[in-house]
């Protein structure tokens, strides 16, 4: 061999150990970089983690504060109750020692007066005129009725003990009249009955037909209208329920009785009027119907927490299903009309503005609260399913052959993790805006990761096969085939790797490269054919530089089943 033939040799080789050299370097700075953007993004979900504890320390802090104000509301509350009912026992025993002394014409006349109709109505039954007899009946109940509102009337200006008789007289000519009232909860009826007629006619006279104050966008109006009424049965309630304490066996507190007289009647209100209301809200052709909607229930959500302050009444009776359905059906087809509008634009903008129509939902849905308590289920279900299943036809329209398409799986797969974050974030909020615990179920959400996640799995179990696949003519390769088999291995798991921005996928992914690598090598590198320790010991140093490869990329995966599959072999040729 010639100096020249040894001379360009040996620069070839200089030239070949200079770009190995080089190439090694340019993989350890990519290496740096791609450990420094690990850090950074491991920087930023810590600081992330920290905002969100942040938030909820405050929002916890928010909740404690908001308990005691209502504990201290509660006490004064409580305190000015026992005041009152002292104040009230001691006229109510004055009115007692007085009642003796106080002749009450009306009484005397009007029980005169049943007498005889009541008469009249038996000499009716006996000669054949059953109807007759009904018909005085029912007429005497109107008169009753008319003097039950008189007396409600008059409460707020008569005497207390002048008004504890006139009522006591009532009570005796409504026995007389209907025989069921001799029970002191009939007789309450009859006089809830004629409470709420008289309120439901003059409520008519402001809130109904083409009068100007019936306006669809000032509930507000005939709500403060119904507060007012109810103030006004305050002190007729007040003896109604004093006189009850005298026949009733049971000891009931005077507060609980009263309120049994405010609640029948705010239930008689709820049934006959507001919901009435609010059906001409939800059925109104106007252009604004989902914000009449929407005013309407907020302002309903003011005025049933101002009777839970003022009469701690709840209410149990809530919209027929029909006007529910079609509530529902008319917010769910609004959110569909702006989810196709997403769905129009260019899919990296569908998250960012999908997330703020969840929002809008959201808020929607606390002020729909009152009308439909699980108007948060039902809307932002609705709204998630109708986006899962456009964004399923796109994402399954794919092949996933190039990197395109498969970063654009990998991003719609961590902005679901971060739907999922933010549905957590409504459930804690809106539980503290309703005061109960709220849980959305989104299984279709799970089912949507899952298959995405399938998709994904896919496409690097063929990934890993390619770059494996050299792997399984490892015996007869040089060295430097070798290497470069195991280098294309290195840099698509860093690859891959590298594209993950969020800890659970990030996670995820470690795990299904380290377990697809161990088993394709189990099952088609490691063949039954070998024959000489020498292979297996050969195949040992490249397990080795694979699992180191594993390590540095944060993969704690010692592919066992090759270790095993080795030792298999081994032992067979022993």
């Not at 696949?469 to 294309?488: D, V």
Request: hydrophobic share 40%; with cysteine; charged share 35%.
């Amino acid at each position: 061999m010639r100096a020249n033939d040894l001379l360009e040799i040996e620069e070839r080789i200089s030239s070949l150990l200079a770009k190995e050299e080089k190439k090694k370097g340019e993989r350890v700075a990519m290496l740096k970089q791609i450990q420094e953007s690990i850090d950074k993004r491991r920087k930023l979900c810590q600081e992330l983690e920290q905002e969100k504890q942040k938030r909820i320390d405050n929002l916890n802090k928010q909740k404690e504060a908001l308990e005691k104000a209502k504990q201290i509301a509660q006490n004064k509350e409580n305190e000015e109750s026992a005041e009152r009912r002292e104040r009230i026992w001691k006229e109510y025993v004055q009115a007692i020692e007085n009642i003796n002394k106080v002749e009450l014409v009306l009484s005397k006349d009007m029980a005169g007066t049943v007498k005889k109709i009541v008469s009249m109505g038996h000499e009716a039954k006996a000669s054949g005129f059953d109807s007759l007899a009904h018909a005085v009946t029912q007429h005497l109940m109107q008169e009753i009725r008319r003097f039950i509102v008189e007396c409600k009337k008059a409460s707020s200006t008569l005497r207390v003990d002048r008004l504890i008789g006139l009522v006591k007289g009532l009570n005796r000519s409504i026995a007389l009249c209907e025989s069921k009232a001799g029970k002191i909860e009939n007789r309450r009826d009859v006089y809830l009955d004629g409470f709420f007629a008289d309120l439901e006619e003059n409520f008519s006279n402001h809130f109904f037909s083409q009068f100007e104050t019936n306006r669809l966008d000032k509930p507000e109006w005939y709500l403060e209208y119904l507060i007012g009424s109810l103030a006004e049965h305050e002190t007729i309630f007040l003896v109604l329920s004093q006189i009850d304490e005298l026949e009733m066996e049971n000891e009931e507190s005077e507060v609980i009785r009263e309120k049994v007289y405010f609640h029948g009647l705010i239930d008689r209100i709820f049934s006959k009027i507001i919901t009435k209301k609010l059906k001409e809200c939800i059925y109104s052709k106007s252009k604004q119907q989902k914000e009449l909607i929407m005013h309407h229930s907020q302002e309903l959500s003011v005025f049933e927490r101002e009777l839970q302050t003022r009469y701690r009444y709840k209410r149990a009776e809530k919209l027929q299903q029909k006007e529910v359905s079609y509530i529902e059906d008319l917010f769910i087809g609004l959110a569909e009309e702006e989810l196709q509008g997403i769905m129009k634009k260019d899919y990296t903008e569908w998250s960012e503005l999908f997330m703020y129509l969840i929002k809008t939902i959201f808020k929607q849905s606390a002020t729909l609260y009152s009308v439909l308590p699980d108007a948060h289920a039902v809307l932002l279900e609705a709204a998630i399913k109708k986006y899962l299943e456009g964004l399923a036809a796109f994402l399954n329209s794919f092949l996933y052959q190039n990197t395109e398409e498969q970063d654009i799986l990998v991003h719609f797969i961590e902005e679901i993790a971060h739907l999922e974050e933010e549905l957590i974030d409504i459930e804690t909020e809106f539980g503290i805006l309703i005061g109960e615990v709220t849980i959305l179920k989104v299984p279709y959400l799970g089912v949507f990761k899952k298959d995405m996640l399938d998709i994904l799995e896919r496409v690097l179990e063929e990934k890993i096969e390619t770059a494996l696949h050299p792997l399984a003519s490892y015996r007869y390769m040089e060295e430097q085939e070798e290497a470069k088999a195991i280098t294309e291995i290195e840099e698509i798991v860093e690859y891959e790797l590298s594209r993950i921005e969020t800890q659970g996928l990030g996670d995820w992914m470690r795990g299904t490269i380290g377990a697809q690598m161990d088993r394709y090598i189990s099952e088609n590198v490691l063949s039954a054919s070998i024959e000489e320790e020498s292979d297996i010991a050969k195949f040992k140093e490249i397990l080795k530089r694979l699992i180191e490869i594993l390590k540095q990329n944060g993969i704690e995966n010692s592919l066992p089943q090759c270790e095993t599959k080795c030792q298999e072999m081994l032992a067979k040729l022993h």
